[in-house]
């Protein structure tokens, strides 16, 4: 290499002009960068300006959110298990009623579209529990053809489109909790979004339009709702958490804190359920402790702990809370002095009647109420979700929750007898509790097209696959 090289002496002579006659080029570039930003400011502020002034104020703030929802939108465009973390978050605390707008529909085209981009991109979606997805596709196909035999058809279109919206949501837990680590994260999420929903109503509120309390007028109190905003609704979710509270109790015992938390927690959640004054909750929190006792007779720890707090609690409980129990026993002895006891047994001999009238095809999902108007004065829907299924969907309806039931149950018992693992067995303990007091519970609450009700319908099919030997990681994204 010669002196005339330009990859010699670097920085000396004409190398040094070179660069003096870039950087003005530089410069001139830079200057014409500036420009172009000034100009694409000052059209920006134009936009905005001119927005402000022709726009609603609605209209630029959701304009605004959308601009601040890019980036979460895109990350979680590629995590459609993010997207039903939150679902259920929301769906479990019911923070929609704090929102201007409906959420749910958003965030559920959100997921499907999620998932449509991790399988175009090669991911794998498996139902990995086909006879229990083909199950739940048989129930959306019964509550579609239902619609046809509808005389109330607005009502049972309603019905339909939240029914659909709660079995698309419950498919996807079916496709994304393959694994032991995503079936815990579930069960935390649930639990994190039920506590939520119990104590945080004494902080903050609900809104003023949705703070409607039931008040009970003969007893002169109000019934606790959380920000469920139904007494016997949310006295459900806490039959629904309570085994689950119970295994958390024994899974994690690190670190130390856990386990107090836990346990203030469980104390809390039959204290607010007691605050409710639902005798089916009630009912569902005497099941609880019957099976409980008899499935963990050998398990002194939990056991103590449920006679005692139990006990506690039996102390702590309001005296109208036990007056209101006691009622249970003067309402079936005259079961016309208590009114809403007479209107909810009106109501079971008429979704009897209707059922075994319409055993086919049902009088059509949302119609309970237009067709018991031929039978009683008032319009209430059937105080029983297995007999709201089998009034307005007809045997094929009901014969389809009843087999996903007694085929968990089979799941659940062969859970209990796995010796080699210890936490299986004391899952499906737990799951045993809950499917029966559930059961138990749905019995007085119309709720067969509700997601309460048809979580823990999917929660054993989850736990066995969780729980298998065959169990895996999913792929990471």
């Known amino acids: 290499m010669n002196g005339d090289s330009p ?10 002009v070179r660069g003096g006659s870039g950087g003005g080029a530089d410069d001139s570039g830079s200057r014409k960068v500036r420009r172009r930003l000034a100009g694409a400011f000052l059209v920006t502020a134009v936009l905005i300006t001119a927005a402000a002034v022709l726009l609603p104020s609605g209209a630029i703030i959701l304009l605004l959110l959308a601009v601040l929802a890019l980036p979460a939108f895109f990350f979680l465009m590629a995590r459609p298990e993010y997207v039903l973390a939150i679902i259920l978050f929301m769906t479990f605390t019911n923070f ?3 929102l201007p707008m409906g959420l749910f529909r958003p965030l559920s085209l959100l997921l ?18 086909r006879f229990l997805s083909t199950l739940i596709f048989a129930f959306f196909l019964i509550a579609f053809h239902s619609m046809v035999f509808a005389e109330d058809f607005p009502s049972s279109i309603d019905e339909f489109e939240s029914l659909t919206g709660v079995l698309v949501i419950i498919a996807t837990v079916l496709l994304l909790a393959d694994s032991r680590k995503y079936f815990l994260a579930f069960l935390i999420v649930l639990t994190l979004a039920t506590m939520i929903s119990n104590f945080f109503p004494f902080i903050i509120p609900p809104p003023s339009e949705f703070a409607s309390k039931t008040l009970m007028w003969e007893e002169g109190v109000l019934r606790y709702e959380g920000y469920q905003l139904e007494a016997n609704y949310f006295a459900f979710h806490q039959v629904f958490i309570i085994p689950i509270l119970l295994f958390l109790l024994v899974k994690f015992d690190r670190p130390r804190c856990v386990r107090p938390l836990i346990l203030a927690a469980l104390a809390g959640t039959v204290f607010v359920l007691m605050l409710s004054f639902s005798r089916g909750g009630f009912v569902g929190l005497l099941v609880i402790l019957a ?7 050998r398990n002194r720890a939990v056991m103590t702990i449920a006679v005692v707090g139990m006990a506690i609690l039996t102390v702590a409980a309001p005296a109208l809370y036990w007056d209101r129990i006691i009622s249970l026993y003067e309402a079936a002895k005259h079961v016309s002095q208590d ?9 079971l001999r008429v979704a009897f009647i209707l059922g075994f009238e319409n055993p086919v095809f049902g009088v059509g999902i949302g119609n309970f109420i237009y067709h ?5 004065p008032f319009t209430k829907v059937v105080h029983s979700a297995f007999l709201q299924i089998f009034s307005e969907l007809g045997l094929p309806g009901l014969l389809v929750v009843s087999t996903i039931f007694i085929r968990n149950l089979f799941i659940i018992r062969s859970m209990m007898r796995s010796d080699s693992n210890g936490e299986r067995a004391q899952l499906g303990r737990f799951l045993m509790v ?15 097209y509700e997601f309460i009700f048809w979580i823990p319908l999917v929660i054993p099919s989850l736990a066995n696959l969780a729980y298998s030997e065959k169990a895996g990681e999913p792929e990471r994204l």
Request: charged share 15%; with cysteine; hydrophobic share 55%.
């Open 372 to 376: 018991s108007a031929r039978f009683i």
């Open 291 to 297: 099976v409980l006792l008899v499935v963990e007779r």
């Open 7 to 16: 990859y010699v002496n670097c920085s000396g002579g004409d190398n040094h």
């Open 434 to 448: 809950q499917q029966i007091a559930m059961a138990a519970n749905a019995m007085f609450i119309p709720i067969g």
């Open 96 to 98: 929609y009623i704090f």
């Open 112 to 129: 499907v579209t999620a998932l449509l981009a991790v399988w175009l991109d090669g991911r794998r979606l498996v139902f990995r529990d």
């Open 339 to 347: 009114h809403a006891i007479m209107v909810r047994v009106q109501t």
